[in-house]
Nanobody, 121 residues
Framework: QVQLVESGGGLVQPGGSLRLSCVAS????????MGWYRQAPGKQRELVAA???????NATDSVKGRFTISRDNAKNTVYLQMNSLKPEDTAVYYC???????????????WGQGTQVTVSS
């Protein structure tokens, strides 16, 4: 019932920029938060940045000052503007949404399919 569709990944040179987008659609009652995770070869999946519907944000230290997360609540869309990209940022990036289950106080995580970001010269 819920689908997350990602776009914007690709190949970029060090120092370059990319903008990722993720649109949530389907049976959505309420979105508590949306965000981005990434998983690089040989590493665990980690949170990159997240934003609540109220605008509160959180990001991992390694991307602070370079990445900016934003959201369009009306469109159920989250963005990740990635600047000053480094080879260490190379990973599969996954969109995540935390949705409230209708009629309850519980929440459920949904995931996108992942999009490859490769930073290389």
């Amino acid at each position: 019932q819920v689908q997350l569709v990602e776009s914007g990944g690709g190949l970029v040179q060090p120092g370059g920029s990319l903008r990722l987008s993720c649109v949530a659609s389907g049976s959505i009652f309420s979105i508590y938060a949306m965000g981005w995770y990434r998983q690089a070869p040989g590493k665990q999946r980690e949170l990159v940045a997240a934003i609540t519907s109220g605008g509160s944000t959180n990001a991992t230290d390694s991307v602070k000052g370079r990445f900016t997360i934003s959201r369009d609540n009306a469109k159920n869309t989250v963005y990740l503007q990635m600047n000053s990209l480094k080879p260490e940022d190379t990973a599969v990036y996954y969109c995540n949404a935390v949705l409230q289950v209708a009629g309850t106080k519980f929440y459920r995580h949904y995931w996108g399919q992942g999009t490859q970001v490769t930073v290389s010269s």
